[in-house]
């Protein structure tokens, strides 16, 4: 990564280099105009200088927060002419993650600008790392930053026969439910319906179990498996409702053997929560939701060992940390504004 000071330093050194190449290769007063060539390099270096410090002034970025753990979103805001399409998160030159910019229009005094919102996979371990945002032409710039700690709860979950067949018996139509959702959760829609916080998707906050935990799945058969949960279990009743936690479009409502009675909706480009082991369903696909609107009700199907609301977030595919948005905005316009204009 060159940093703005670091690309003027660079520039300095070039002019510097150059100017002592015209001493050497012009030694006489008598000849004190520079060759031909030498005009075309001091034009190429005058320009390339010029281009590093036009470059440098449009990738003025913001991150939301600048050290996230694993398996917490990140939002990232770049001026509407960087020209960034894509970010990928990078460590030695591998690709761990990957979203892609929308527009954020202008609102009464404030400017438009991009955002995306990139996580940082739960099973990432902590360190540095490189945020690399892409455009048409190639490379826009290096974002380094670093990776906190965070640690994982563990936790067992031993399934009868019924439901460790469920898990284990091939099946073409989980295979084919399951091709449908990631499908879904890979693209990414054009609409942007939220940029403020979610709310929660229940009134209760009794949660039985959090997001991220290490889970080892005790089958009938007695061998078992390891898993991530990528969602917040609340423990509530069967019939208990379930609400939007913000603006956006269903994009499935569908009976699915592991989910069971299932709701997504896309808030942001590429930016989806998940309703899992409802009871009934009220809203039907393509449909706008408010937040707050009513989803269905809870209850225990698919591969449920209780009546529960499994409520889960994705960016671009990746499940990410539900109480990161509960928190803070998906798109923070004051901070991103504050960071990226003057
Ligand atoms: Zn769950």
Redesign the pocket.
Known sequence: MVNKEQRYIKGDKKMQTMKKSYRTTNPSPQSPVPSPSLKVYILIVFLFSFAVSVQAEAVRYALIPENPRPGEPVTIGVADTSGAISAVLMRDERRLAKTVFFAVPAEGETQSFLAAVLTVPSTVRPGAAMIRLEGAKGVVCEIPFAIAEREFESEIIALNTALTRLRTTPDPQRTAESERLWAILNKTGTESHHFGNFSPPVGSTRRT?IYGNRRVYQYASGTSDTTI?????YGIPTGTAVFACGPGRVVLAQNRIITGKSVIIEHLPGIYSLY?HLDTIDVSEGTLVDVGTRLGLSGATGLATGP?L?W?IRVFGENTDPDAFLERPLIDKDAILSKIYH
């Open positions: 179990s949960h990528a969602g917040v279990d899992y529960h499994h889960e």
